[in-house]
């Protein structure tokens, strides 16, 4: 499978999915767990020409965390994905929700140094590229969701790219 269907995966379709959707898709991902993103996989494949056998359902995990000790923490969905084999793959997706419909879709990108980062999409598809991160990205992840939404960082910088 070509680098071009794992990216429209982890960067298109989920994100689409995710802002389209949310909770349709958080239900899918409880139920069928990576059998929902192996289908997101045969998706791309076909309108690419692509063959899609490459993965299997038990090549992605995924994994629900909140943290009820912190008043008002998201819940983060993430989907382990296969190693990424390419600058841009993605090892991890996170999908959040927070507690009054707010989402934010986070990627863990492999970069040329070989770190990874963190990067945040936007339902109007802006790319926010924002700081390397360790293996365990939970609790960075819901860092970044309650400055990025709850404090107003994105509707600022959202502000900001509109003028």
Not at 82 to 101: I, K, N, S, T, W
Not at 125 to 133: D, E, G, K, V
């Amino acid at each position: 499978m070509s680098n071009a269907t794992r990216r429209k995966v982890e960067h298109s379709l989920l994100p689409s999915a995710f802002y389209a959707n949310g909770e349709r898709l958080m239900r899918m991902l409880m139920d069928d767990r990576g059998d929902v993103v192996l289908r997101c996989y045969g998706i791309a494949a076909k309108h690419s020409s692509e063959d899609s056998a490459e993965y299997e359902g038990d090549d992605f995990s995924v994994e629900f965390q909140t943290r009820p000790e912190k008043s008002g923490s998201p819940l983060i969905i993430r989907i382990q994905m296969p190693a990424p084999a390419e600058v841009g793959d993605c090892r991890a997706v996170y999908l959040c929700f927070g507690e009054q419909g707010q989402k934010l879709y986070f990627t863990s990108e492999l970069a040329q140094t070989g770190e990874f980062f963190l990067c945040a999409w936007t339902g109007k598809r802006m790319h926010l590229t924002c700081l390397a991160s360790e293996q365990d990205e939970f609790d960075r992840v819901a860092a970044l969701f309650e400055e990025l939404i709850y404090r107003g960082a994105l509707q600022q910088l959202e502000s900001l790219c509109a003028s």
